[in-house]
C-alpha cells in the first residue's frame, strides 16, 4: 500500500459526471462513492514546507523476466538511475507511480486501476497515423520500437484533480512520429484516440464518458521538444495501468490531456472535441495548460500534492515547464483558453 496522507482529500473528476449518474441508472456504489464525497476539502496550502515528511527515495522497479521486455526496448536506453528531475524534486518510485492511476475505462477507484487492467491484451497493438499527412500508415509497436528512437525523459505530471508525480518515462518526441508520415500544410491539430475494447475495459459500456476516449493538440504543440509518446518507465515497458503499450506525455498540461493506450492519430483541419471538454465544457477545455493562477470552477489550482509527501506545494506556471512552452501561447488569453 502506497503511504499518503489520510486527510489531504483531492478533488475528484468524478463528481462533474454527475448530470450523467442522476439521469442515467448507477451502480449502487458508483453512486455511494459521488454522496460521500461531494465536498472536496483542500486544506491550505502550509506556510513552509520545512516540516514535510521525508520524501520518496526512488526505489528500483521488480525485476522483469528477460522474456517480458520486448526486444526492441530491452536496448534502448535503460533507466539511468537518475533520482530527481531538474528541479531536484526526487522521482516518485515504481509502486507509487502505478498503483494510483487515472484510467477510466478500467475504474474510478486509482487504486483499482491496476487490479482492473491485469489482462488487458496489449499485443498484438497497431497505431494508424491517417488524414492530412502524405504518407499515411499503420505502425505495429515493434516497428514503433524499432524505427523511432526511446530515449529516458523525466516529467512532472500534474492532474486536474490537483496531485502530481514525478515519473521517469521512456520514450519518443512525437515530432520524430510527424516527421516520417508528412503533415500537410493545411493539418492544424493532431487528434488521438484510445483503443475501443468493449469485452475488457468495463467502463466501456458506462455512459460516464464517451467512448473511445480522444484527445488534442495544436500541431506545434505535437511538434515540440517535450511531448513525447511513452513506450515505457523505470527502463521496462509501460505496465498496464499506464496505458500500455503507448501513451501521449504532455508535461506542461493535465494529465487528462495525456491519452492512454492509442490506436490512431490523425492530422486534421478541424478543432478537437476532446473527452472532458465533451463532458463538461464549463471546466475542462482544449488547451488544459497547467496554470495556477486558472482555478477549476470547483477548486484551486494553486497548489498541488505530490505523491509521497504531506502538505501541499505550490503549483508552477505550466508545471515548470515556463521557459520551453510559454512562447506558443504569446498573445492567447489563458484565462479564455483554459
Ligand atoms: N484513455 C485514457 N487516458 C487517460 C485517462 C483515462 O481515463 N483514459 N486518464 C487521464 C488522466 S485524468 C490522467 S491524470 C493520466 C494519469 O496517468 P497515470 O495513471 O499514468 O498517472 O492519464 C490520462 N489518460
Ligand atoms: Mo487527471
Known amino acids: 500500500m502506497l503511504k499518503r496522507d489520510p486527510n489531504a482529500t483531492q478533488p475528484k473528476f468524478i463528481y462533474l459526471n454527475r448530470r450523467h449518474f442522476l439521469v442515467k441508472t448507477i451502480p449502487l456504489?458508483?453512486?455511494?462513492?459521488?454522496?460521500?464525497?461531494?465536498s472536496p476539502e483542500i486544506?491550505?496550502?502550509?506556510?513552509?514546507?520545512a516540516n514535510d515528511s521525508p520524501k520518496p527515495q526512488p526505489t528500483a522497479p521488480p525485476a522483469l523476466a528477460a522474456s517480458e521486455i520486448p526486444p526492441a526496448l530491452a536496448h534502448t536506453t535503460a533507466f539511468s538511475n537518475v533520482t530527481a528531475d531538474e528541479l531536484g524534486d526526487p522521482l516518485n518510485n515504481f509502486e507509487q507511480i502505478t498503483n494510483y492511476n487515472n484510467y477510466y475505462e478500467f475504474s474510478l477507484d486509482k487504486e483499482g486501476v491496476a487490479g482492473a487492467a491485469k489482462n488487458f491484451t496489449t499485443s498484438p497493438w497497431f497505431v494508424e497515423v491517417a488524414g492530412m499527412v502524405n504518407k499515411p500508415g499503420t505502425f505495429s509497436i515493434e516497428d514503433i520500437y524499432k524505427k523511432f528512437d526511446q530515449q529516458e525523459h523525466v516529467y512532472r505530471l500534474r492532474c486536474v484533480e490537483a496531485w502530481s508525480m514525478v515519473i521517469p518515462w521512456v520514450g519518443m518526441q512525437l515530432s520524430d512520429l510527424l516527421k516520417v508520415v508528412e503533415p500537410k500544410p493545411e493539418a492544424k491539430y493532431v487528434k488521438f484516440t484510445t483503443v475501443m475494447r468493449l469485452g475488457e475495459m468495463p467502463n466501456q459500456s458506462t455512459p460516464i464518458l464517451q467512448w473511445p476516449y480522444v484527445e488534442g493538440l495544436r500541431l506545434d504543440e505535437a511538434n515540440?521538444?517535450?511531448?513525447?509518446?511513452?513506450?515505457?518507465?523505470?527502463?521496462?515497458?509501460?505496465?498496464?495501468?499506464?496505458?500500455?503499450?503507448?501513451?501521449l506525455v504532455i508535461p506542461w498540461k493535465y494529465g487528462f490531456k495525456s491519452i492512454k493506450a492509442i490506436v490512431r492519430i490523425e492530422l486534421t483541419d478541424q478543432p478537437i472535441?476532446?473527452?472532458?471538454?465533451?463532458?463538461a465544457s464549463n471546466e475542462y477545455g482544449f488547451y488544459a495548460n497547467v496554470n495556477p493562477q486558472v482555478d477549476h470552477p470547483r477548486w484551486s489550482?494553486?497548489?498541488?500534492?505530490?505523491?509521497?509527501?504531506?502538505?501541499?506545494?505550490?503549483?508552477?506556471?505550466f508545471n515548470g515547464y515556463e521557459n520551453q512552452v510559454a512562447s506558443m501561447y504569446e498573445g492567447l488569453d489563458l484565462q479564455a483558453n483554459f
Open 29 to 38: 456504489a458508483a453512486g455511494a462513492l459521488l454522496l460521500a464525497a461531494c
Open 43 to 49: 486544506t491550505p496550502i502550509p506556510p513552509t514546507r
Open 224 to 247: 515540440n521538444n517535450l511531448t513525447i509518446l511513452a513506450t515505457g518507465m523505470y527502463g521496462q515497458p509501460l505496465t498496464k495501468q499506464q496505458g500500455a503499450p503507448i501513451r
Open 273 to 279: 472535441d476532446n473527452t472532458w471538454r465533451n463532458a
Open 301 to 317: 489550482q494553486a497548489t498541488e500534492r505530490r505523491i509521497g509527501e504531506f502538505g501541499r506545494r505550490r503549483t508552477l506556471m
